[in-house]
């Protein structure tokens, strides 16, 4: 009887961890260490990389904006993918960049996991989105853009009024959060390779 308590314990603690969202960490705290890019030229092998990423990301956030969900499984799985397969430590960096982008990458690849395996509907899949965005940003503002993507959007109107933003190059007009196009107001930019 002692085993199946103990048992049903670590499951009752396991059920409760997956059901948690991670919270994206202040900077220099959490699970990202903060590591200083300027000055850092980032390979082009992994430049390239990055640009099968950020398509994958403008299929996901294209097919939220069209409402989706198969599509936006489909990308975020793709997108996963590719991060997965980021050749961050045969591109040359040293092991600490490339750890950095290791842990950054790997917390986008956690969120696109969640957003295919939850049963959020439409509304839970943007709530991934928009974590995933927001921790592509960090990436993007280490390596530099990609594919054109160099504005973080903001839309007050998501989520009803709490606001969100996205990543999207000048005419990234089209919004994946359901609100309307006008409401896209770039609020940053991402910096030039380096």
């Known amino acids: 009887m002692g085993s199946k308590l103990w ?9 409760a961890a997956a059901c948690t969202q991670p919270v994206k960490a202040p ?10 890019f300027r000055g850092i030229t980032v390979p082009a092998v992994l ?3 990055l640009r099968g990423v950020m398509d994958g990301y403008k299929v996901l956030s294209d097919a939220l904006a069209k409402e989706d969900t198969l599509l936006a499984d489909a990308a975020a799985r793709l997108m996963r993918q590719r991060l ?12 600490a960049h490339a750890g950095a982008l290791e842990l950054n990458a790997g917390s986008i ?6 957003m295919v395996l939850e049963d959020g509907g439409l509304e839970g899949r943007r709530q991934s989105f928009w ?7 960090d990436l993007l503002q280490q390596t ?3 594919n054109g993507v160099k504005y973080h959007y903001w ?7 709490k606001g969100a933003f996205w990543l999207g190059d000048s005419a990234a007009l089209a919004n994946p959060y359901g609100g309307k196009a006008d409401c896209a107001e770039p609020r940053d930019t991402i910096g030039q390779w380096r």
Do not use: Q
Request: glycine share 16%; net charge negative.
């Open 7 to 15: 048992s049903g314990g670590w499951m009752i603690l396991l059920a």
């Open 27 to 36: 900077a220099g705290e959490g699970e990202n260490p903060v590591v200083e």
């Open 47 to 49: 430049k390239d990389s």
């Open 84 to 95: 997965d397969s980021l050749p961050l430590y045969r591109s040359g960096l040293d092991s």
């Open 109 to 114: 690849s956690a969120e696109l996991t969640a």
């Open 131 to 137: 974590m995933a965005s927001e921790l592509l940003y």
């Open 144 to 146: 530099g853009p990609v």
């Open 155 to 161: 839309c007050g109107e998501a989520f009803g009024g």
